[in-house]
């Protein structure tokens, strides 16, 4: 059943970027291309940069809040009295 499901995926090929650059040494058709990192010559089959796919998200920073419970006395030995 995996191999049905994958079949189309397989089909498609490996993924080709775009590379951005201002020279192109490739053949008359073909631009520079990067395929599993390895930059190449051909046609890419994807809108993206290799540089935006391989970019990583940036992650939010998270801020923790303590809450510290207020009592006037507490006896010695107990705890949550600050």
């Known amino acids: 059943m995996a191999a049905v499901i994958a079949a189309p995926a397989a089909a498609q090929g490996p993924k080709t970027c775009a590379v951005p650059s ?37 992650p939010k920073a998270r801020h923790h809040m303590r809450h510290h419970r207020s009592v006037g006395t507490c006896a010695e030995g107990v705890k949550g009295c600050y």
């Open 22 to 58: 201002h020279t192109n040494y490739c053949p008359s058709g073909l631009q520079p291309i990067t395929m599993n990192g390895v930059i190449c010559c051909g046609k890419p089959n994807q809108s993206q940069t290799y540089q935006q796919v391989m970019q990583h998200p940036v």
